[in-house]
């Protein structure tokens, strides 16, 4: 294969975005989209990339899983005290982006942070695998480790702490929810001429505006 990178390229033709075709409330919207990427089969569609921002100005950004959706926001469970955790202490306002290549979308999302009500992060941590909760104990994640031994070494320690009954929720480990100021619809198009639908919160309410793409 002699193709270059910037030869790549794909040509959108799926279906096109009208904005009397969408709803008012963009939550809404999203749910009509995600509920659509389940349906054609888009291996993991609550896959998203979190961008952070820390205390050094400096973006930051990695896959996170979505697990719980409401018109209130997108709410997503890591170690509070990993590196997006201290970002998001530091700076609790972030953007989410989601990618549907399969569907030829892409939904941006931008808000601020708050942390769950613990009986939120109770409730999902109580319906995780048991090795995932054991897992929440055994990662102090994003720190710097001397080798995989460290983490078998401290899964062995908790399964035998835990050994005949249920994992507690470690109290580092919970929810985020991101807020929604503005959300961004793309609907990609032939000849990179693509249908961008932004929705703006002020005071409330909700504005629908069409971008140049």
């Known amino acids: 294969m002699n193709q270059t990178i910037a030869e790549l390229r794909k040509e959108y033709t799926l279906t096109g975005l009208k904005e ?34 820390g205390p050094d100005h400096r973006p930051s950004g990695r896959i996170v899983l979505l697990k719980d959706l409401d018109l209130s926001g997108f709410v997503f469970f890591t170690n509070y005290h990993s590196r997006k955790g201290h970002q998001l202490d530091a700076h609790p306002y972030a953007a989410l982006t989601f990618f549907w290549v399969e569907l030829e979308r892409q939904v941006r999302i931008e808000g601020y942070i708050e942390k769950v009500a613990e009986r939120e992060s109770d409730e999902y941590f109580a319906s995780r695998p048991r090795g995932s909760q054991l897992g929440a104990w055994v990662s102090s994640q994003s720190e710097v480790i001397a080798g995989r031994e460290v983490l078998l070494e401290k899964q062995e320690f908790y399964e035998k702490q835990f050994e005949g009954r249920e994992v507690p929720r470690p109290p580092h480990w919970g929810g985020y929810r991101l807020v929604p100021a503005y959300l961004e619809f793309w609907q990609g198009r032939p000849s990179r001429l693509h249908d961008r639908l932004a929705y703006t919160r002020q005071e409330g309410t909700w504005t629908l505006e069409r971008l140049s793409p």
Do not use: C, K
Request: overall charge negative; charged content about 20%; hydrophobic content about 40%.
């Open 20 to 53: 009397e075709d969408v709803s008012g409330n963009p939550l809404v919207q999203f749910r009509q989209w995600f509920d659509e990427a389940l349906r054609a089969g888009v291996p993991e569609p609550n896959a998203m990339y979190l961008s952070t921002v």
